[in-house]
């Protein structure tokens, strides 16, 4: 092995001394890491992709596992290597080094080859990677190749578990970790070693942190139960194929050029030969999966228990036409005997691949075009013919060499399913034929409910033979007789409802069922308003039994009895339909009603707070109406604190308040963070917490860390419930998760507030240092601050005997004490403290963003070459980095959109840190008075309308402007380059750049103070706005407004970091801009003529090309081809041209030479330069006729 890898790493450093420049490896770690990114390159990157992807992998491969960022690692791989040589080195991956990398992919594979026809071994011995059988997979983006692992197929699990045993006990590193293959495995080749850890990782078995190896918790649940599941589960969830070898064998034993063949066909877009395949089958025979007697593989038992119903029966439709055809009539190719096809179309794109997608067994549904009618159903009984010649009138070229299977069992209705009118333009299908049409790309029908052009041989999913068997029993009958599952479908999972023991459960067994049944949905949206609802929310908030209302609320309640009775006969037979249970006193019809109103409730934005309770009492009438003889006292009546924001929450809200016990040490990291924290175990009660509850926190006396002094026991603060979130196990914030720590337990589930308050001095606690780097002396002093004027336990305990006869629950952690609707211990003890709290931050103002931006942010956008994953890395280091963002490009290339989608995944994903996104568009005439505030009156008569200090745009995003809650929204500010930016921004350049700054203002005679959290207090003061250290200001700049970058003064631009969001570059070839817009087309779901997609690429091309720096991107192009798309009456050049004048025009305002762009447009055919030369002169004021 040794011997080996110093061959190959010797050929390859002879490959970089030829291609690369003579100095390349002077720096010996540039040599390392230049070796390790062409390694990975070579042998862990999907050949199918670019060389820029491949190279962009490598790259940031080795800058996970150097413990780098990736621009480092870039640096070394371009910039370093040849700034002596070229100018301009900011091109140098695209220009110099990927030529370089495909020259020495090419001597590479060259020499592996000749050593195969030297040895005549197949590849299987040398566990080469060849072009085609690396990780390009299946559609669904897994890789295509396995890595062995150590010992042979019998042992290979066994060294898996001491392997995973090892990394278990001593969490090793790199070193560490090659020693142990040497000593326990007498394993020598590092190379090797290394190929096969990156093969766990990439399967989701090991970790890798900080350059330390652990499990992940899938191989914590092998290492602990040995169950095998949990290994195939990891294979199949991140490798093709091994699903098609098991089912290949399914139907008898195999050889392996059998299965080599099986798998070649499933897969034909790759080449798979024995040396591949032959590792996934190994697995599986480690796995007891598959075993091997006399050259001939079978599946065992096991095996065939993985195979379950995963694939299943599937469903085909074949959209095509009998009249005028006289094959479809009769003979062996008539309709319900054959289903057929070229196997390319004519431009020589697989459009029919899911001829070989299909099964035999499966099912396929006939679908007539030109009458828009399904005439039956058969079944596919034949394999896939690829050699299938057709008939003369079918003139396919000998490329097109076509596919046929063999039907049976066809059944012909007697009764057509009229397609338009029965499900394509029946209203009540409609919001379930967009979700079909989203999940699923090959569907018979368009996003505009047409029939797609092409589209001979779809899928038909559950979803949509859900809506067919709706409307037609005849298919239904059909499909029973010929055995076909109909409970798989997703109307027919759901057995009756029996009872359901909380309105939680009734809830999500009810939504559930009316999403997946055909048709139905909350119709009860359609007949009332969010203002009623609104009204209905707050009449049955705090109902109970006993409850005395208002005439005028009683009239509130009286409505909603009243609709109930209205549509009580609709909401039985949905009910039936959906076999929908009861909830406790309430008929599934009630209940049901209870349902579609919380889930009103909730779209309202208001609180779900109709239950079981309240609508039984509602709809019984079961309550008294106020007359002048019971007319009771005031809501406060009773309370100290009538007007404090937590005991006015509690009387207004239908919430439940609970209290927290904890260490007086854990309440230090509380507040450092703004939030609580659950163990796992504590899942249950996590999940409980709502919106809106509010939770007490109680120090226990005693400390966790043992060093540190007993404090006085009792309730230190409390907050208002915004929502709950987590974090990672190997995050460690509070004591108990360090390493030292009493339990080492992990607190991955989190708490955060809405508003939160201490009875304590936050100001004299350092929350930018976590509790384990400060010492005992030190955390004890504070310890004492953040308890200070608590409410003692004994007093705590005696408000809650004198209300309930209960003492206060001190041994839980987390405890009910009751809802605010009634006198309880919990609104008795959160109005006592009312008096002793201050409000402090629900943000963790001090604490950075460390996260990481996933590529599921850009979902549904399309970036060629990898574009999309280079700028959020770009973007996800500047949010590390402190700096703020100007996203930058021509029109129309995302710039907006992924600020936006950043921005709603921070607020989602790290709600202790960011409390909500703002987004906005700058005008010319933006000054301070907009982003800072200032002066205006206060519109109060009593007062004459004094001037108060009226906060602007981003103070707005940092403090509330009702009750000063400090806030952190980072704010998108749209087309930024439209504000004067030095007469826009003014004293926020001082404050971005980390001093603060007094403003020219005062709020109640004192000074408006705006500074950097570092620089301010932990409980800021309504006059003092901060600025977390995680706050961030977004902006997009159009390249067609280039001038305004420059005008910018330099103090603004050095605060921020510029991101590029570049047009693509356009191919110069016709076919190959023809399949470049294809894939746009298709990502968008736009179907029109290949003629017109081409057309709209040359219009896009000539936009981009006429005039430098001057050019559009993807989305101005999607408004064009989906403008065509929707008007089709009128011909392709007017179409066209009216699409030009739509979209393209409107960007040339103000440019200069537009009229030179406008020209080079004119020139693509079909546009009609007349009409374009119109639309000119009057939107843009400019000619494009030659000769004016």
């Given at each position: 092995?040794?011997?080996?890898?110093?061959?190959?790493?010797?050929?390859?450093?002879?490959?970089l001394?030829?291609?690369?420049?003579?100095?390349?490896?002077d720096?010996?770690?540039?040599?390392?890491?230049?070796?390790?990114?062409?390694?990975?390159?070579?042998e862990?990157?999907?050949?199918?992709?670019?060389?820029?992807?491949r190279?962009?992998?490598?790259?940031?491969?080795?800058?996970?596992?150097?413990?780098?960022?990736?621009s480092?690692?870039?640096?070394?791989?371009?910039?370093?290597?040849?700034?002596?040589?070229?100018?301009?080195?900011?091109?140098?991956?695209?220009?110099?080094?990927?030529?370089?990398?495909?020259?020495?992919?090419?001597?590479?594979?060259?020499?592996?080859?000749?050593?195969?026809?030297?040895?005549?071994?197949?590849?299987?011995?040398?566990?080469?990677?060849?072009?085609?059988?690396?990780?390009?997979?299946?559609?669904?983006?897994?890789?295509?190749?396995?890595?062995?692992?150590?010992?042979?197929?019998?042992?290979?699990?066994?060294?898996?578990?001491?392997?995973?045993?090892?990394?278990?006990?001593?969490?090793?590193?790199?070193?560490?970790?090659?020693?142990?293959?040497?000593?326990?495995?007498?394993?020598?080749?590092?190379?090797?070693?290394?190929?096969?850890?990156?093969?766990?990782?990439?399967?989701g078995?090991?970790?890798?942190?900080?350059?330390?190896?652990?499990?992940?918790?899938?191989?914590?649940?092998?290492?602990?139960t040995?169950?095998?599941?949990?290994?195939?589960?990891?294979?199949?969830?991140?490798?093709?194929?091994?699903?098609?070898i098991?089912?290949?064998?399914?139907?008898?034993?195999?050889?392996?050029?059998?299965?080599?063949?099986?798998?070649?066909?499933?897969?034909?877009?790759?080449?798979?030969?024995?040396?591949?395949?032959?590792?996934?089958?190994?697995?599986?025979?480690?796995?007891?999966a598959?075993?091997?007697?006399?050259?001939?593989?079978?599946?065992?038992?096991?095996?065939?228990?993985?195979?379950?119903?995963?694939?299943?029966?599937?469903?085909?439709?074949?959209?095509?036409?009998?009249?005028?055809?006289?094959?479809?009539?009769?003979?062996?190719?008539?309709?319900?005997?054959?289903?057929?096809?070229?196997?390319?179309?004519?431009?020589?794109?697989?459009?029919?691949?899911?001829?070989r997608?299909?099964?035999?067994?499966?099912?396929v549904?006939?679908?007539?075009?030109?009458?828009?009618?399904?005439?039956?159903?058969?079944?596919?009984?034949?394999?896939?013919?690829?050699?299938?010649?057709?008939?003369?009138?079918?003139?396919?070229?000998?490329?097109?060499?076509?596919?046929?299977?063999?039907?049976?069992?066809?059944?012909?209705?007697?009764?057509?399913?009229?397609?338009?009118?029965?499900?394509?333009?029946?209203?009540?299908?409609?919001?379930?034929?967009?979700?079909?049409?989203?999940?699923?790309?090959?569907?018979?029908?368009?996003?505009?409910?047409?029939?797609?052009?092409?589209?001979?041989?779809?899928?038909?999913?559950?979803?949509?033979?859900?809506?067919?068997?709706?409307?037609?029993?005849?298919?239904?009958?059909?499909?029973?007789?010929?055995?076909?599952?109909?409970?798989?479908?997703?109307?027919?999972?759901?057995?009756?409802?029996?009872?359901?023991e909380?309105?939680?459960?009734?809830?999500?067994?009810?939504?559930?069922?009316?999403?997946?049944?055909?048709?139905?949905?909350?119709?009860?949206?359609d007949?009332?308003?969010?203002?009623?609802?609104?009204?209905?929310?707050?009449?049955?908030?705090?109902?109970?039994?006993?409850?005395?209302?208002?005439?005028?609320?009683?009239?509130?309640?009286?409505?909603?009895?009243?609709?109930?009775?209205?549509?009580?006969?609709?909401?039985?037979?949905?009910?039936?339909?959906?076999?929908?249970?009861?909830?406790?006193?309430?008929?599934?019809?009630?209940?049901?009603?209870?349902?579609?109103l919380?889930?009103?409730?909730?779209?309202?934005?208001?609180?779900?707070?109709?239950?079981?309770?309240?609508?039984?009492?509602?709809?019984?009438?079961?309550?008294?109406?106020?007359?002048?003889?019971?007319?009771?006292?005031?809501?406060?009546?009773?309370?100290?604190?009538?007007?404090?924001?937590?005991?006015?929450?509690?009387?207004?809200s239908?919430?439940?308040?609970?209290?927290?016990?904890?260490?007086?040490?854990?309440?230090?990291?509380?507040?450092?963070?703004?939030?609580?924290?659950?163990?796992?175990?504590?899942?249950?009660?996590?999940?409980?917490?709502?919106?809106?509850?509010?939770?007490?926190?109680?120090?226990?006396?005693?400390?966790?860390?043992?060093?540190?002094?007993?404090?006085?026991s009792?309730?230190?603060?409390?907050?208002?419930?915004?929502?709950?979130?987590?974090?990672?196990?190997?995050?460690?914030?509070?004591?108990?998760?360090?390493?030292?720590?009493p339990?080492?337990?992990?607190?991955?589930?989190?708490?955060?507030?809405?508003?939160?308050?201490?009875?304590?001095?936050?100001?004299?606690?350092?929350?930018?240092t976590?509790?384990?780097?400060?010492?005992?002396?030190?955390?004890?002093?504070?310890?004492?601050?953040?308890?200070?004027?608590?409410?003692?336990?004994?007093?705590?305990?005696?408000?809650?005997?004198e209300?309930?006869?209960?003492?206060?629950?001190?041994?839980?952690?987390?405890?009910?004490?009751?809802?605010?609707?009634?006198?309880?211990?919990?609104?008795?003890?959160?109005?006592?403290?009312?008096?002793?709290?201050?409000?402090?931050?629900?943000?963790?103002?001090?604490?950075?963003f460390t996260?990481?931006?996933?590529?599921?942010?850009?979902?549904?956008?399309?970036?060629?070459?990898?574009?999309?994953?280079?700028?959020?890395?770009?973007?996800?280091?500047?949010?590390?980095?402190?700096?703020?963002?100007?996203?930058?490009?021509?029109?129309?290339?995302g710039?907006?959109?992924?600020?936006?989608?950043?921005?709603?995944?921070?607020?989602?994903?790290?709600?202790?840190?960011?409390?909500?996104?703002?987004?906005?568009?700058?005008?010319?005439?933006?000054?301070?008075?907009?982003?800072?505030?200032?002066?205006?009156?206060?519109?109060?008569?009593?007062?004459?309308?004094?001037?108060?200090?009226?906060?602007?745009?981003?103070?707005?995003?940092?403090?509330?402007?009702?009750?000063?809650?400090?806030?952190?929204?980072?704010?998108?500010?749209?087309?930024?380059?439209?504000?004067?930016?030095?007469?826009?921004?003014?004293?926020?350049?001082?404050?971005?750049?980390?001093?603060?700054?007094?403003?020219?203002?005062?709020?109640?005679?004192?000074?408006?103070?705006?500074?950097?959290?570092?620089?301010?207090?932990?409980?800021?003061?309504?006059?003092q706005?901060?600025?977390?250290?995680?706050?961030?200001?977004?902006?997009t700049?159009?390249?067609?407004?280039?001038?305004?970058?420059?005008?910018?003064?330099?103090?603004?631009?050095?605060?921020?970091?510029?991101?590029?969001?570049?047009?693509?570059?356009?191919?110069?070839d016709?076919?190959?801009?023809?399949?470049?817009?294809?894939?746009?087309?298709?990502?968008?779901?736009?179907?029109?003529?290949?003629?017109?997609?081409?057309?709209?690429?040359?219009?896009?091309?000539?936009?981009?090309?006429a005039?430098?720096?001057?050019?559009?991107?993807?989305?101005?192009?999607?408004?064009?081809?989906?403008?065509?798309?929707?008007?089709?009456?009128?011909?392709?050049?007017?179409?066209?041209?009216?699409?030009?004048i739509?979209?393209?025009?409107?960007?040339?305002?103000?440019?200069?030479?537009?009229?030179?762009?406008?020209?080079?447009?004119?020139?693509?055919?079909?546009?009609?330069?007349?009409?374009?030369?119109?639309?000119?002169?009057?939107?843009?004021?400019?000619?494009?006729?030659?000769?004016?």
């Open positions: 092995m040794v011997e080996d890898s110093d061959r190959s790493d010797a050929f390859l450093n002879e490959l001394d030829q291609y690369l420049p003579a100095k390349w490896d720096s010996p770690s540039r040599e390392k890491q230049i070796m390790a990114v062409t390694q990975v390159f070579l862990d990157t999907d050949p199918n992709e670019s060389t820029k992807e190279r962009h992998t490598a790259q940031k491969r080795i800058a996970e596992d150097s413990g780098v960022v990736i480092t690692i870039q640096a070394k791989c371009g910039r370093e290597t040849w700034e002596d040589s070229v100018e301009d080195s900011s091109s140098v991956h695209a220009e110099y080094f990927d030529p370089a990398l495909e020259k020495v992919e090419a001597a590479w594979r060259d020499d592996q080859q000749g050593q195969l026809e030297r040895t005549g071994k197949d590849s299987s011995e040398n566990n080469l990677s060849t072009p085609d059988d690396s990780f390009g997979g299946g559609s669904d983006g897994r890789r295509m190749t396995v890595d062995r692992f150590f010992g042979g197929v019998e042992s290979r699990l066994s060294n898996l578990r001491s392997l995973l045993q090892y990394v278990a006990d001593a969490t090793p590193n790199e070193s560490e970790l090659e020693e142990w293959f040497h000593a326990e495995l007498n394993e020598e080749g590092d190379s090797t070693i290394q190929k096969y850890l990156s093969f766990q990782r990439s399967i078995m090991l970790e890798r942190t900080d350059r330390e190896y652990r499990l992940s918790s899938r191989a914590e649940e092998y290492l602990e040995e169950n095998r599941d949990v290994v195939f589960d990891a294979l199949v969830e991140n490798v093709d194929g091994f699903e098609t098991l089912y290949s064998l399914e139907s008898g034993p195999k050889s392996k050029d059998e299965i080599q063949e099986a798998m070649q066909t499933q897969y034909p877009d790759h080449r798979l030969p024995w040396g591949v395949v032959v590792r996934h089958v190994e697995w599986l025979e480690s796995l007891g598959v075993t091997k007697q006399d050259g001939v593989y079978s599946v065992t038992e096991y095996g065939e228990s993985l195979l379950g119903d995963e694939q299943g029966t599937r469903v085909w439709i074949e959209k095509t036409s009998v009249e005028g055809h006289q094959y479809k009539q009769e003979g062996e190719l008539r309709l319900g005997n054959a289903i057929y096809s070229p196997s390319q179309d004519s431009g020589g794109y697989d459009r029919y691949a899911t001829m997608e299909a099964s035999v067994g499966d099912f549904i006939h679908l007539l075009q030109d009458v828009e009618q399904v005439v039956g159903v058969s079944q596919i009984s034949s394999e896939l013919e690829t050699d299938f010649e057709g008939l003369p009138e079918f003139d396919w070229s000998e490329e097109q060499e076509g596919y046929r299977r063999l039907l049976t069992n066809y059944r012909e209705f007697d009764t057509p399913i009229d397609v338009r009118g029965e499900l394509l333009d029946e209203e009540t299908f409609e919001k379930s034929l967009q979700e079909i049409r989203a999940e699923y790309s090959k569907i018979f029908y368009n996003q505009n409910r047409g029939f797609v052009q092409g589209g001979y041989f779809t899928q038909c999913p559950p979803e949509l033979l859900d809506l067919f068997v709706t409307v037609s029993d005849e298919l239904a009958a059909a499909l029973e007789e010929l055995d076909f599952p109909l409970e798989s479908l997703p109307s027919h999972r759901f057995g009756p409802a029996d009872e359901y909380t309105v939680a459960a009734a809830e999500s067994d009810i939504l559930k069922r009316v999403k997946t049944a055909p048709g139905e949905s909350n119709w009860l949206a007949q009332l308003g969010e203002t009623i609802v609104r009204d209905w929310t707050d009449a049955l908030r705090g109902l109970e039994p006993g409850s005395v209302v208002s005439v005028e609320r009683s009239t509130k309640l009286t409505q909603i009895r009243g609709l109930y009775a209205d549509v009580k006969e609709q909401l039985e037979a949905q009910a039936v339909t959906l076999q929908s249970g009861s909830l406790n006193h309430l008929s599934p019809s009630e209940t049901l009603f209870v349902v579609f919380r889930e009103l409730q909730e779209h309202a934005g208001e609180q779900s707070n109709a239950n079981q309770v309240k609508i039984k009492l509602v709809l019984r009438e079961e309550y008294e109406i106020e007359t002048p003889d019971n007319t009771g006292g005031s809501s406060g009546a009773g309370l100290e604190n009538p007007g404090h924001p937590l005991v006015d929450h509690l009387s207004t239908d919430v439940e308040v609970y209290k927290f016990t904890a260490p007086p040490d854990y309440w230090l990291t509380t507040f450092e963070y703004a939030a609580l924290s659950f163990e796992r175990d504590e899942r249950e009660a996590w999940n409980k917490l709502n919106q809106g509850d509010i939770i007490l926190f109680h120090s226990r006396s005693n400390p966790s860390w043992e060093d540190l002094e007993a404090q006085e009792g309730l230190i603060g409390g907050g208002i419930v915004r929502t709950t979130t987590s974090k990672s196990d190997t995050e460690s914030w509070w004591y108990d998760e360090h390493e030292g720590g339990k080492g337990n992990s607190f991955p589930l989190l708490v955060v507030f809405e508003r939160l308050f201490t009875t304590g001095q936050l100001n004299e606690v350092d929350l930018t976590q509790v384990v780097e400060k010492t005992a002396a030190q955390v004890s002093a504070e310890l004492q601050s953040v308890t200070r004027n608590l409410v003692p336990f004994d007093r705590a305990d005696e408000i809650c005997r209300v309930s006869g209960k003492g206060f629950p001190r041994h839980r952690v987390i405890e009910s004490l009751g809802t605010g609707t009634e006198q309880s211990r919990g609104v008795a003890l959160t109005d006592v403290l009312a008096g002793r709290v201050t409000e402090v931050p629900p943000v963790a103002l001090h604490k950075p996260g990481s931006l996933p590529d599921s942010i850009l979902d549904g956008l399309y970036f060629p070459d990898g574009e999309g994953k280079e700028i959020l890395e770009q973007i996800q280091v500047a949010l590390q980095t402190g700096k703020h963002l100007i996203l930058t490009g021509p029109p129309g290339t710039k907006t959109e992924i600020a936006r989608r950043v921005c709603e995944y921070l607020e989602s994903e790290y709600p202790y840190l960011f409390s909500g996104s703002q987004m906005t568009t700058a005008t010319a005439d933006w000054s301070t008075f907009d982003t800072v505030g200032g002066y205006m009156p206060d519109g109060d008569s009593s007062t004459d309308n004094a001037l108060e200090f009226s906060p602007g745009l981003i103070l707005n995003r940092l403090k509330q402007r009702q009750d000063a809650t400090q806030l952190n929204e980072p704010l998108v500010i749209d087309e930024l380059n439209r504000a004067d930016i030095d007469k826009a921004f003014g004293q926020l350049f001082t404050v971005l750049s980390g001093q603060p700054v007094q403003l020219p203002y005062t709020r109640d005679d004192v000074e408006i103070s705006l500074a950097p959290a570092e620089q301010s207090l932990n409980a800021p003061a309504p006059h706005y901060v600025i977390p250290a995680s706050w961030r200001l977004f902006a700049l159009n390249t067609y407004d280039k001038t305004s970058l420059y005008e910018m003064s330099y103090a603004f631009m050095r605060r921020f970091a510029f991101i590029r969001v570049p047009a693509p570059t356009l191919p110069t016709s076919a190959a801009l023809q399949g470049m817009m294809r894939e746009y087309a298709g990502r968008w779901n736009i179907n029109i003529e290949d003629a017109e997609l081409l057309s709209v690429g040359k219009v896009w091309r000539a936009t981009n090309s005039v430098e720096d001057r050019s559009v991107g993807p989305a101005v192009v999607r408004d064009i081809l989906a403008a065509m798309e929707a008007h089709r009456t009128a011909s392709a050049s007017i179409r066209l041209t009216q699409a030009v739509s979209f393209i025009c409107p960007q040339l305002e103000g440019v200069r030479k537009r009229e030179d762009i406008l020209r080079e447009i004119a020139r693509v055919q079909p546009i009609d330069e007349t009409l374009l030369d119109d639309a000119a002169r009057d939107m843009l004021q400019v000619t494009i006729s030659e000769n004016e």
